[in-house]
């Protein structure tokens, strides 16, 4: 099967490259930028073809698919970049996936679910870190309770962001609302950043963590039908309560303001080094209530970028196998699709006592 890693340049696009070659994969390497992605080739020792095109113009997509059965899309920030390839993969009959973590990218793409299964494709966002431990865990919680109302999912990343994350966050944090979304009775709505706090029982120790726009949002309400979600990580309280400044959301929101984040993002956020992803971990803890019943889970995990690109190389050579349609990493692959990935480390789900 011929597949097609768009932004393989990138941090992360590099990191599945690397793997995916390591474990006897030659995909196609795609971006922007012939020089950048000839370099990628090179260090890689193989005669690996290559193609460079940008996702402005859809026939530049369309010849840029040729040939190729899938893609695994690399390259943020997805809310401009996830719908044109997407639709793109849709028109050419070719399956897709990326590593978005965006809620409103999630929304776009189930939105397509219907013209993907007319075309006999497979749409699966989210086939990262985001959102694929936090999805898994949560389909195995609704699995243990059946009839669920609520859902509480956490996680801590270690490591520190890739420029990607680092843009991908500056352009949330001027979008406007309240800071923070949240779904309450199936309706995805505005909260404010940290609305909710919650001890979550990780591996490494209980934790309070705050309540954020975490892509389960989106999600966990496909994977499991639950109405209440919310998503919450350990947030400095001084980022809180900056967040809750007045006019901040609009002044981040300038698009000065938005063009210097993302040029500080770019040049100043390298991304964790192989050693530094080496020694830092990634944990996920929920739980799913109903009534006076709950049930809990928790896992421990590789850093959140190695745990992408393992899950990326493992999920684009088995898109062929999933129904055509928009998925959740769990509603393609089963809920225990993530203990299938080095180093994960899952407990639970078991009753809370």
């Known amino acids: ?49 290559q193609r460079a095109f940008g996702l402005e113009d859809p026939d530049a997509i369309r010849r840029g698919l040729d040939g190729v059965t899938a893609v695994a899309h690399c390259a943020g920030p997805f809310s401009a970049t996830a719908g044109p390839m997407a639709r793109a993969c849709v028109n050419a009959g070719v399956h897709y996936l990326d590593v978005t973590g965006e809620i409103d990218v999630f ?15 497979v749409l699966l966002p989210g086939a990262g870190f985001d959102v694929v431990p936090t999805d898994c865990v949560a389909a ?13 999912l956490a996680f801590l990343a270690g490591g520190g962001p890739s420029p990607g994350t680092a843009r991908t966050a500056v352009e949330g944090m001027g979008k406007g609302g309240k800071g923070g979304k949240a779904r309450v009775d199936g309706v995805i709505v505005d909260v404010p950043l940290g609305w909710r706090t919650i001890r979550a029982g990780f ?13 389960d949002v989106s999600t966990a309400y496909y994977s499991t039908g639950i109405g209440t979600i919310t998503t919450y990580t350990a947030v400095p309280g001084a980022v809180l309560a900056a967040a ?15 063009r210097l ?20 971990r990634s944990e996920v803890w929920g739980r799913a209530s109903a009534g006076d019943q709950a049930v809990e889970a928790a896992l421990s995990a590789p850093n959140v970028y190695d745990v992408t690109a393992d899950s990326v190389v493992r999920a684009v050579t088995r898109l062929h196998s999933v129904e055509p349609g928009t998925h959740t990493p769990s509603s393609a692959f089963g809920a225990e699709f993530v203990t299938e990935l080095d180093g994960v480390k899952l407990t639970g789900p078991g009753p809370v006592t």
């Open 244 to 258: 809750r400044l007045p006019g901040l959301s609009r002044l981040l929101a300038l698009d000065p303001v938005q």
């Open 261 to 280: 984040g993302h040029a500080l993002a770019g040049a100043r956020v390298p991304g964790p080094s192989d050693e530094r992803r080496a020694r830092t």
């Open 107 to 121: 929304e776009e793409l189930h939105g397509l679910s219907g013209r993907a299964r007319a075309a006999g494709v």
């Open 203 to 215: 591996p490494s120790g209980p934790r309070t963590v705050a309540s954020v726009p975490w892509g």
């Open 140 to 152: 195995l919680l609704a699995r243990a309770l059946p009839g669920a109302q609520r859902l509480d």
């Open 1 to 49: 099967m011929a597949w097609l890693l768009y932004g393989a340049n990138g941090y992360t696009g590099t990191l599945v490259a690397r793997l995916a070659v390591a474990r006897g994969e030659r995909p196609v390497l795609a971006g922007r930028s012939a020089a950048k992605i000839a370099a990628l080739a090179g260090e890689l020792g193989l005669e690996l073809e």
